[in-house]
């Protein structure tokens, strides 16, 4: 026998605490994560020490930014269950490196990538752990672009920006004879003042490049300059000294590379490459940082050659002589087209390609081909990249450039576009008031989380209830608000992906102290039942609130059923449902002598016409059903 009653007080206390950590969890999924603690370690203490009541533990204090107990509670769980999500190593590896113990976190990571091999996490696995801090991650960055100004009806591509001017190819010239290609008159280099205003392109009026001899009556386009601004290699058609074109044997002229030196602001000595060729082409030329080595494309067919055009490079040696030209390989070339290249002051080459996985056409295209990465290039994606022909990127140490596009909603059939890396943020504002009144809430505590629950920001409402925070766009924010006697509202926006958007989100806080009554959502029991059901006790939280925040208040409580069933039964039932809820709070640690009564008074109390014998609807028999929480001694202040 002794047995048997010790095993149903145990079954009785495993229930119990099953309840306690389902409480936990409904404050937990709702933000509440300090009585979403509190509960859960009532739940260990009580002898619930689950995989997922630690790991809640844990993550209640992680998404709070309490590193130390996080950590408390995160090695329990890894101490005792072995085979534990492996989210939760990470989550410890990332706690002990906010503690500083980088080490531990170094190891602790490993133990991770044991688990998660392909996560690409892992990547962050240092031999030095001294710089962890230098792996935070980065706020996402975003693309302004802009059709400039000075684009025409006619073509007009392939910017290079040096020492305040900005050079680019135009048909705009219509006393040049016409392409037949096209339609269009040939190209020329134009050049155009450029001032650059925190991103934002200032440009004067184009015109021709400051040479006598550069541009001819055909074709001339793709400029690169030497950094010290002395020399400019530059495309053009294959034309002799009679400025008329030269063909092949099939009848076609090519592109060659020519080169210009600067002489009293003006380009001269016009020079064609020594790797020039009339029977294949060669154009549009870059510059390593260093301008040691020059970097082109061309059609060749060579041993090495892949496609229809492969980017080519040469060195350049000191005494101005060149190497050989050699392929860049496969790590770049396809057998389809590679153009247009540019090589940034990080290395980094920058080209147009149609042989890779693409939106369409031409797309732009990031190599780490020139450090000796083996990674095949990554589409650049929109808003560089669209369904038509997308090419002749360049970009500046600040994140400002250019790319060409010949995509819909252009001025003409090639346009120059500008782009500035930004930031984007917005706001979230919104006024906190009584639902009731609608009256502005001062001194509400504002809690904005992010999409992983953790919380990021907490701010207070001003005298006129308001109150304002940044966020990033392109992110899912949850925003609560609490203050002393009403209880909290939690609502969920969206930042969009516009720069400086401002969202209006508003809160109604219920007040829960109304006419010597604590009000809350009505109480639910199952049919015929006294036990106090999982969102009963959620509710029943708000009266924990009131009376912890009042230690003074003394309130009695009455329970109340409608006129269906007996009326000794509904006596009964109700007294048992009032005593159940005053059990709930003293188990709460309200002290007993705070309750004054806890009584049911059946359906001897109605507050309609819903008595025996009359028909209604459940919704009249519902108002019936019902808890009080009448305060007797003390009242609610803020």
Not at 466 to 483: A, H, L, M, T
Not at 603 to 611: H, I, Y
Request: some cysteine; overall charge negative; hydrophobic content about 30%.
């Amino acid at each position: 026998m002794k047995t048997k009653v010790l095993l149903i007080i145990l079954l009785i206390s495993g229930s119990l605490t099953y309840a306690q950590s389902k409480l936990a969890d409904k404050f937990f999924e709702n933000f509440a994560y300090v009585r979403a603690s509190e509960l859960y370690e009532e739940a260990v203490a009580n002898g619930d020490d689950s995989e997922h009541v630690l790991t809640r533990l844990g993550d209640c204090y992680y998404n709070n930014s309490n590193a130390a107990k996080a950590a408390t509670w995160y090695k329990k769980a890894l101490d005792k269950y072995s085979d534990i999500h492996p989210e939760y190593i990470y989550k410890y590896s990332q706690v002990q490196r906010s503690l500083g113990n980088y080490q531990e976190a170094e190891n602790w990571l490993q133990k991770f990538k044991e688990r998660q091999n392909e996560d690409s996490r892992t990547k962050f696995i240092l031999g030095d752990v001294k710089v962890y801090d230098e792996l935070s991650s980065m706020e996402k960055v975003y693309i302004e672009v802009t059709n400039l100004d000075i684009n025409t009806e006619y073509s007009d591509f392939g910017s290079f920006e040096h020492d305040g001017n900005l050079y680019f190819a135009s048909s705009r010239n219509t006393s040049n004879k016409l392409y037949d290609w096209n339609e269009e008159p040939f190209l020329d280099i134009y050049q155009v003042d450029v001032k650059d205003n925190n991103g934002v392109k200032a440009l004067g009026n184009p015109g021709f490049i400051m040479a006598e001899d550069v541009n001819t009556d055909y074709h001339e386009a793709s400029v690169a300059i030497t950094n010290d601004g002395k020399t400019i290699y530059f495309t053009r058609d294959n034309v002799n000294k009679r400025n008329r074109l030269d063909y092949d044997k099939k009848g076609t002229t090519h592109l060659k590379i020519y080169k210009a030196s600067l002489d009293n602001g003006n380009w001269s000595d016009i020079e064609e490459l020594p790797f020039n060729d009339d029977v294949f082409s060669t154009g549009h030329p870059a510059l390593s940082p260093d301008n040691k080595t020059l970097y082109f494309v061309s059609d060749r067919e060579t041993e090495d050659s892949f496609g229809q055009t492969d980017i080519f490079k040469v060195a350049i040696n000191d005494d101005g002589s060149y190497g050989e030209p050699e392929n860049l390989g496969a790590t770049v070339n396809t057998e389809g087209r590679e153009m247009f290249p540019f090589v940034a002051k990080d290395n980094t080459l920058y080209f147009s390609s149609d042989g890779y996985l693409n939106l369409g056409l031409l797309d732009i295209y990031k190599s780490d081909a020139l450090n000796g990465s083996t990674n095949k290039p990554k589409n650049m994606g929109a808003p560089y990249n669209s369904g038509a022909d997308d090419f002749a990127f360049y970009i500046s140490e600040n994140e400002t450039g250019y790319f060409s596009s010949n995509r819909e909603g252009g001025k003409g059939s090639d346009d120059i576009y500008s782009f500035a890396a930004y930031e984007c943020k917005q706001t979230v504002t919104g006024v906190a008031r009584d639902s009731k009144t609608q009256e502005p809430l001062n001194a509400v505590t504002i809690e904005i989380f992010n999409e992983d629950k953790v919380k990021i920001q907490t701010v207070t409402t001003g005298a006129d209830g308001s109150y304002s925070y940044e966020v990033d766009c392109n992110q899912k924010y949850s925003i609560r608000g609490s203050k002393t006697n009403y209880k909290d509202d939690v609502q969920h926006f969206v930042a969009g992906s516009e720069n400086n958007f401002e969202n209006k989100v508003d809160l109604n806080l219920i007040p829960l102290c109304f006419d010597s009554e604590i009000v809350i959502n009505p109480i639910f029991f199952d049919f015929d039942k006294w036990n106090i059901r999982t969102d009963a006790k959620y509710e029943l939280e708000n009266i924990v609130t009131v009376l912890r925040d009042h230690p003074q208040m003394v309130i009695k409580i009455e329970s109340h059923t409608d006129s269906r069933g007996g009326d000794r039964y509904n006596i009964k039932l109700s007294d048992r449902r009032a005593k159940s809820t005053r059990d709930y709070l003293l188990s709460r640690n309200i002290a007993p002598e705070r309750i004054e009564s806890a009584i049911g008074y059946g359906e001897t109390q109605l507050l309609n016409e819903c008595s025996n014998g009359v028909k209604c609807s459940k919704e009249k028999h519902q108002k019936n059903r019902r808890s009080k929480f009448l305060i007797v001694q003390g009242k609610c202040e803020n």
